[in-house]
Nanobody, 121 residues
Framework: QVQLVESGGGLVQPGGSLRLSCAAL????????MNWYRQAPGKERELVAA???????DYIDSVKGRFTISRDNAKNTVYLQMNSLKPEDTAIYYC???????????????WGQGTQVTVSS
């Protein structure tokens, strides 16, 4: 059994910062990609930032230069540092990871429970 546990969401004023964390717990053999998605009210879920096991990162255009994804492979944890936040960043943020568990060689996707980020004055 694998769980992704997220933390760090909240209410922040425009221009502020938040740092999200997502820890993968369980009998994990390897984690491949670790990503952050978000879903705003009335919109589809979108991929915000992606991180490979080798440390490469990619972002959607709207967050480039403001958000930074990083990971600590020893702790099976991925972070999303969000700076210069805008009201349009308001959404539920979900952690996603492609994980190989001890009991099966095939990777599968896991999701966190989501954490609310609200940017408002």
């Amino acid at each position: 059994q694998v769980q992704l546990v997220e933390s760090g969401g909240g209410l922040v004023q425009p221009g502020g910062s938040l740092r999200l964390s997502c820890a993968a717990l369980g009998r994990i053999f390897r984690i491949n990609d670790m990503n952050w998605y978000r879903q705003a009210p009335g919109k589809e879920r979108e991929l915000v930032a992606a991180s490979t096991i080798g440390g490469a990162a990619d972002y959607i255009d709207s967050v480039k230069g403001r958000f930074t994804i990083s990971r600590d492979n020893a702790k099976n944890t991925v972070y999303l540092q969000m700076n210069s936040l805008k009201p349009e960043d308001t959404a539920i943020y979900y952690c996603n990871a492609d994980i190989v568990v001890m009991t099966s060689p095939r990777p599968r996707a896991y999701w966190g429970q989501g954490t609310q980020v609200t940017v408002s004055s």
